[in-house]
């Protein structure tokens, strides 16, 4: 449970205080064989970074190991390096590189990651016999997986079997069941550490399957993670989990090669024809020190020799030209820039074997090519299957200059056409060949066929880029059915999009309801509403409430009470509370209830309906709270008889049934009731199973009692650390309240300037989101500080305006008209217009009374009471009733602050009576 003196979040993994001041250098590693955070203020050499990566991997304490620089920096370097020192087999090293490619794969990383542990190709030739010829390795290596799985796991190395988008969540859940079943079998006898190159490039579905392994062993110092990415951003940021403390992380950035470095690099590399140190201090300036760039310009130095016999040539800084410089040169060896451009059009990693058959199975003149571009640094040898270009900067470049080059269109036509007689890890290769080629209606077919593997897989995010590759090929070319099928890809991906990004969600949404039927519109109108919750557009959801209902039979009662009960607390978060509770107690309660007798409807099951009756009463609840309603506590005292009755143990639905007590409470005044009700919270068995919005609500609370009670000691620290929570959690409307409530603070410590400058962006945010109590709220705050800094007219102009707003019938807030009332009385006292602040204060006092507003109703007697005095200030016939009167206010207003145990508010009151006894005595006027 996150209180505001958390140092983190313990749902989203925001850190509160972190800092760079934070990561201390190491000196070596401590006799516990604990290791410090490394600095990444300072960067490292190739030769300190493998050191200091080898006593993390080494340390008890740490987990995640990151290693940074840029790209090109010598990051996959290093960590070869690491890998090297470590020749006892005591660590098994799980090896993946993530890139444009496996972000198109199905759990692309996690794939490459077991085509390299089992030293396989990246495509096959026969999947049904690979299927019979592994299955007794498979079978006998992972005991632990069934044939099933162990079939899931073929296929997703081999992508073959279909499915349909109705089944992708449940078959993501089997595929990474199925995945963690494979790293526990393989963790059994093993210390590993999981490699992952290029995190930064990582797809959805293997960060997840990442996450859940990171989780299942986060405190087994068996498992550890090495990422490499370009940048300089904390681990702790990129790949965290509240079950991993932060100390468990490791940064390392990179530095690029000195002067001294380059040199003996360049040594190396010419030892017969010793290069002269003004070409080394060009070769610096241009490479910046990357190795990637110093290692092609190094190239470009020997190809230039070849020909000129001499060290004066150009010498570029950036790698696309010193690659099209080398181009130039390879062109003059016929089939090692042929092998070149195929290798590059493969990607990343490429196959010889798939070369070796565009060469007509001349395997000596292949091996020969493939030796001597290796000789000359653009690609290496990864396993017997696989060779790879030197590094992703490399190969990255080269393709883009290879793509607009003449005969590129030709080779990637030959390269398509034999690789799609195999079966390959990644299906997407060919989609984007096709694209690349211009051939929309075959790279529709590989995109459509990439839909169905993914949907078998589960990988959401594949499915996604799948549909909307195809979404954009329809538009341009045309087919049978092209409008039907683009209405079913926008149904598909809103669908899918409402659970992972709402936003981009709707327009798919709105675009499916184009000609829809009435039940499709229905169906996709409650994805829509689904939508506007979780980006907080509560006025949407309203709309997309009453569009809903408008298109069910009025007959079916409890379908449109159930569907109307969606829309409660969107009217909550806006603040119309007059509007909600009269549809909770007119049109949706008076339903349920007499649908609870039933013994069973056609359509909603018993369970359904008595959550849904359950939630409508708590909604209720909080809308008359904020109404400033007592009817709140024989709502709430219902809510509390049911949950006994019926043996409810929901925690979450407790807790804020709760909070809504204790907030109640806050605003009566009565803090005591409700800080032991925050206490009780706390107290439960297991406080992390909490809704993280109940935490939010909680801190709200407390907040609010501290600024009532008018203990500021660290509010301000505390104050930055909910709104925070709120903000990482999504909660925009407590966020937003605690922000202006900032303002109050700074109010309060004689900072009414700061004050009025959140005020000003709060009521703008509020104006904007339509969001009433939030605007109601804000304009109080700005009436009150302007009271005190621009005088009563402005007060007025601000109240008089607000005030309107909270008797719309709508909101009718009865909170809010009691505090206007009071403000607009305070401001007409100070103008001397006493007839009016009699009039407002006796209409505050009403409300406060008939709804037992008790700090309120203290305030406003006190506030009574020194209008009272004013008047018997003027010394006339009535100055000792005004006087008495005055008295008898100051009682009142004694006997609730008592009540309510309010120190400062008794205070205040105490000093206010002194000051009328003062008065008493120096006019002789004696108080009975």
């Known amino acids: 449970m996150n209180l505001p003196d958390a140092m983190k979040c313990r749902k989203c993994g925001y850190i509160f205080q972190l800092s760079e001041d934070e990561y ?104 049904t016999q690979l299927i019979k010829d592994s299955q007794e390795f498979f079978s006998n290596e992972f005991s632990n997986l069934s044939s099933d799985e162990v079939c899931d796991l073929l296929n997703l190395l081999y992508p073959q079997k279909m499915d349909f988008y109705e089944k992708i969540f449940i078959n993501k859940e089997k595929t990474i069941n199925m995945l963690l079943k494979v790293f526990r079998k393989i963790i059994e006898t093993n210390r590993i550490v999981i490699i992952v190159e290029n995190f930064d490039l990582i797809d959805g579905m293997s960060y997840e399957v990442l996450k859940r392994l990171l989780e299942m062993y986060s405190q087994d110092n068996r498992v550890k993670f090495l990422l490499t990415y370009k940048g300089k951003k904390p681990a702790l940021g990129c790949f965290y989990s509240d079950m991993v403390s932060p100390n468990s992380y490791f940064d390392v950035l990179l530095m690029p090669l000195d002067k001294g470095q380059i040199a003996i690099f360049t040594d190396r590399s010419f030892e017969k024809e010793k290069c002269p140190q003004s070409v ?21 130095l020997h190809d230039y020799m070849k020909v000129e016999n001499s060290f004066e040539s150009e010498l570029p800084s950036d790698m696309k030209t010193i690659l099209e410089m080398r181009l130039e040169y390879l062109k003059a060896n016929a089939n090692a820039y042929k092998v070149l451009c195929l290798a590059a059009i493969q990607g990343l990693n490429f196959s010889p074997a798939i070369i070796n058959d565009l060469f007509q199975g001349d395997e000596v003149i ?19 299957n696989t060779y790879a270009f030197k590094n992703t900067l490399l190969w990255s470049e080269l393709f883009e200059i290879i793509k607009k080059r003449e005969g590129y269109n030709e080779l990637c036509s030959l390269t398509c056409e034999l690789m799609s007689e195999y079966v390959l890890s990644s299906n997407s290769i060919l989609a984007i060949m096709t694209q690349n080629l211009d051939l929309p209606e075959k790279s529709f077919e590989y995109w459509t066929k990439n839909i169905a593997i993914s949907s078998y897989i589960g990988d959401l995010n594949l499915y996604i880029v799948s549909q909307k590759q195809c979404m954009d090929i329809l538009k341009r070319i045309d087919i049978p059915n092209k409008e039907l099928l683009i209405l079913n890809i926008s149904e598909k991906l809103g ?99 007499k649908f609870l007798d039933v013994k069973n409807h056609k359509v909603i099951s018993k369970k359904m309906l008595c959550k849904t009756w359950l939630k409508t009463y708590l909604v209720l609840a909080n809308a008359l709270i904020f109404q400033g309603n007592n009817r709140a506590f024989e709502v709430i005292s219902i809510l509390f008889e049911l949950f006994d ?65 008018k203990n500021y000691e660290n509010l301000n620290e505390e104050l930055f650390k909910v709104v925070m929570y709120a903000n990482n959690i999504g909660d925009d409307f407590t966020k937003n309240i605690l922000k202006t409530m900032l303002g109050k603070f700074l109010k309060e410590n004689q900072k009414s300037k700061q004050a009025l400058e959140i005020y000003s962006e709060q009521i703008a945010y509020f104006s904007k989101e339509k969001n009433a109590i939030g605007a109601l709220l804000t304009w109080y705050l700005i009436a009150e500080v302007s009271l005190q800094t621009d005088g009563p007219d402005k007060a ?66 006190l506030l009574y009471g020194k209008y009272l005095q004013d008047l018997a200030l003027a010394k006339t016939d009535a100055t000792e009733n005004y006087a008495m009167n005055s008295f008898k206010m100051y009682k009142k207003a004694m006997t609730i602050a008592k009540e309510l145990k309010n120190e400062n508010l008794m205070k205040a009151v105490l000093n206010a009576s002194s000051a009328l006894e003062s008065f008493c005595r120096l006019n002789q006027i004696k108080i009975k």
Request: hydrophobic share 40%.
């Open 24 to 127: 201390t250098d190491i000196d070596g590693v401590e006799e516990d064989n604990s290791l410090e955070a490394a600095n990444l203020t300072k960067s490292y050499s190739q030769q300190a970074a493998k050191e200091l990566l080898q006593k993390a991997v080494y340390s008890q304490n740490k987990k995640i190991i990151s290693l940074q620089g840029e790209t090109g920096i010598g990051k996959s370097i290093v960590v070869k390096s690491v890998i090297n020192e470590f020749t006892d087999g005591q660590i098994t090293w799980l090896s993946g590189e993530c890139s444009h490619i496996t972000q198109l794969s199905p759990c692309g990383y996690i794939q490459n990651l077991l085509i390299n542990c089992f030293n396989i190709p990246s495509f096959c030739a026969d999947a």
């Open 280 to 300: 080394k201090n060009k070769l610096f300036l241009a490479s910046k020190g990357n190795p990637a760039i110093m290692e092609q310009l190094v190239g470009l």
């Open 366 to 384: 292949l091996v020969e090519t493939l030796n001597y571009l290796q000789k000359l640094n653009y690609i290496m040898p990864v396993n017997q």
């Open 495 to 593: 669908k899918l999009l409402t659970r992972i990004n709402p936003s981009e969600a709707m327009s798919y949404l709105q675009a499916a309801l184009e000609n829809a039927t009435t039940l499709k519109s229905i169906d996709l109108l409650t994805y829509m509403t689904e939508c506007c919750k979780k980006t907080g557009n509560y006025s949407g959801v309203v709309e997309c409430v009453d569009s809903i209902v408008s298109k069910i039979d009025i007959s079916n009662e409890l379908e449109i009470a159930m569907v109307k009960s969606r829309k409660l607390n969107a009217l909550l978060n806006t603040g119309n509370c007059g509007e909600l509770i009269n549809i909770a107690d007119n049109e949706v309660l008076p339903v349920l209830e």
């Open 645 to 709: 009755r019926n043996g409810i143990e929901d925690e979450n639905l407790i807790c804020k049934t709760k909070l809504a007590l204790a907030m109640m409470n806050t605003l009566r005044g009565d803090i005591q009731s409700s800080q032991e009700i925050l206490n009780e919270i706390v107290q439960i068995d297991d406080v992390n199973l909490l809704n993280p919005e109940i935490i939010s609500q909680w801190n709200m609370v407390k907040i609010f009692n501290k600024l009532i009670a």
């Open 796 to 861: 007025l102009s601000v109240a008089q305006k607000a005030l309107d707003v909270a008797k719309n019938p709508k909101i009718n807030n009865y909170l809010f008209i009691v505090l206007y009332n009071k403000i607009i009385a305070e401001a007409e006292i100070i103008k001397g217009d006493y007839e009016g602040a009699k009039i407002n204060i006796e209409k505050a006092v009403m409300f406060a009374r008939k709804f037992e507003m008790q700090i309120l109703l203290a305030s406003l007697y």
